[in-house]
């Protein structure tokens, strides 16, 4: 488990930065925190660390599901904030999706159970522009 303190947005992508250098095809990322936490602008950072244009990156809250490419890797990036709870990775079809890349997941708390293998991502609000990351490669089930 790692922590890290960002004191602004920057920051907080380049934390992703790093940590999506070490990630593999299949990697499958939680991204925990309340809203406003920073969770796209680390998805952002995971892009850009991934070799994709961090611009691209937009919150699929409306989609459920956004696509980057063009990257050393694909990235998913999905927002379950509207489903209900109890859903599966299979019932969204993301479980093949996350075989060839890396899948973001922001609000898995949706999910019916535990992702096996998943990296935990739990970003804290400090106050307005600071926060604590929490990375956690082996999540409690």
Known sequence: MSRQHTTSEAETRATARTLA???RPGAVLLLLGDLGAGKTAFVRGLAEGLGIAEDAVSSPTFTLVQEYRGGRLPLYHADLYRLPEGVSLDDLGLDEVAEDGVLA????????????????????????????????????A
């Open 21 to 23: 250098t070490t990630l």
């Open 105 to 140: 997941i922001e609000w898995p708390e949706r999910l019916a159970r535990p992702v096996p293998g998943a990296v935990a991502i739990r970003i804290v609000i400090d106050d307005d522009t600071a926060r604590t990351i929490t990375i956690d490669a082996t999540p409690a």
